[in-house]
């Protein structure tokens, strides 16, 4: 626990010199807790220090974990790759979806998001350098797709989620700006879009620079991440 507050500590002052370098409020950026491989028991501890919002990015790993921890209010983000399969429990379980790239998934998740429960917090998934080896819609598809979920009433488009190039020379500072910008633009059409999911813990600094408002911060918070049972 003391090694997990002492990280805590550093990123959230790390995190408020960023914020106020860029001139940003207090509340603009908010840390998600990415905690695929972790433990049940490192999440609860996360819990007491306040952190509360979870980034999963293995579904059954996840509901695994939800389970054992169904005593406390977090807030669940799924934010991995979608298979069709799992959108039933996925659309059932959490409360944001970073990973949405196809229209087909969109409709999935609104058809089978339980009508008890809040319209589903979604983020479209950018890729924001064309790169072959990674998910997410061009940007030239983010409009197109925008419309598709806005328009679904189980669903409610919050924003991009993107991951930049790891061996950008800039540190991902021109990706994140292009996000950024494509959000400020796609806000013409969808006034309500409030949500850039981007920096993780080697660039959140840069991205936080350039608007993050969703940090998915996993390494920096909780140490060398063990290999998958």
Known sequence: MDALQHRLDALQQRIRQSREAAGRAADTVTL??????????????????????????????????????????????????????????????????????????????????????????????????????????????????????AALPQLRLRGMMAIPRADAADGGRAAFRTLAMTLSQLRHTIPALDTLSMGMSGDFEAAIAEGATIIRLGTALFGPRPGRA
Not at 38 to 43: G, Q
Not at 106 to 127: E, F, K
């Open 32 to 149: 998600l807790a990415v905690s695929k491989t972790r433990s049940a028991a490192e999440i609860r501890a996360l819990a007491t220090l306040g952190i509360t919002d979870i980034g999963e990015n293995y579904l059954q790993e996840a509901l695994a974990k939800q389970a054992e921890l169904a005593d406390l209010a977090l807030t669940w983000h799924f934010i991995g790759p979608i298979q069709s399969n799992k959108t039933r429990d996925i659309a059932s379980h959490f409360n944001w979806v970073h990973s949405v790239d196809r229209a087909r998934i969109a409709h999935r998740l609104n058809d089978q998001r339980p009508t008890g429960l809040p319209p589903l917090n979604v983020c479209i998934q950018v890729n924001v350098d064309d790169e072959r080896s990674k998910s997410g819609v061009s940007l030239a598809e983010v409009p197109e797709l925008a419309a598709v979920i």
